[in-house]
T-cell receptor
């Protein structure tokens, strides 16, 4: 079945450091890819998404490019802030027999120190 | 517009009891999905409802069930609770018309503790 693999962390960075969180996937067909973020005590929020190969999703300084050839969707940010501390989930959505099949990675906890 | 709401936010039950959780999707959204989040298993898909019909189902025992009403509100029920059912239960909604390209909007979750 479909699956998502991502580095589990925790990842600890100093403020203004560069961030990369790796995400690779296995899926039949052409899934859509997402990054969600979960702040402490809250539900998940969409960070960015890409629905076809070579699409780049971006939001709040975060970027990720849908790479079909490497089945990857790595999350990057050039300069992290303390407020970016959260758990980040890579996810894919593929068309099941009828309806949406959403698969999440295990999540990567990011801590940014001042 | 208002986001996805879930009630209650916190719940404590004992083994063997049953529990019902409620989710109200964003206005206009017709698809509601439920997830279980635990530290050990991460986020696992339970089921999805669209227009009052279960459209997708994850790999959970029959103790976990759900339903959706005509106003798209959804309930999830867990019977004969086990200690391992302690988790954060998340609900997410979409329009449901272009399934796998749509963004899921999540509620804050219901944290269930089974003693």
């Amino acid at each position: 079945g479909d699956s998502v693999t991502q580095m589990e962390g925790p990842v600890t960075l100093s403020e203004e450091a560069c961030l990369t969180i790796n995400c690779t996937y296995t899926a039949t067909g052409y899934p859509s890819l997402f990054w969600y973020v979960q702040y402490p005590g809250e539900g998940l929020q969409l960070l960015l998404k890409a629905t076809k190969a070579d699409d780049k999703g971006s939001n709040k300084g975060f970027e990720a490019t849908y790479r079909k050839e490497t089945t990857s969707f790595h999350l990057e940010k050039g300069s992290v802030q303390v407020s970016d501390s959260a758990v980040y989930f890579c996810a894919l959505s593929s068309d099941g027999n009828y309806g949406q099949n959403f698969v999440f990675g295990p999540g990567t906890r990011l801590s940014v120190l001042p | 517009k208002a986001g996805v709401t879930q009630t209650p936010r916190y719940l404590i039950k004992t083994r063997g009891q049953q529990v019902t959780l409620s989710c109200s999707p964003i206005s206009g959204h017709r698809s509601v999905s439920w997830y279980q989040q635990t530290p050990g298993q991460g986020l696992q898909f339970l089921f999805e409802y669209f227009s009052e019909t279960q459209r997708n189902k994850g790999n959970f025992p029959g103790r976990f069930s759900g339903r959706q009403f005509s106003n798209s509100r959804s309930e999830m029920n867990v019977s004969t609770l086990e200690l391992g059912d302690s988790a954060l239960y998340l609900c997410a909604s979409t329009y449901g018309l272009a399934p796998y390209q749509e963004t899921q909007y999540f509620g804050p979750g219901t944290r269930l503790l089974v003693l």
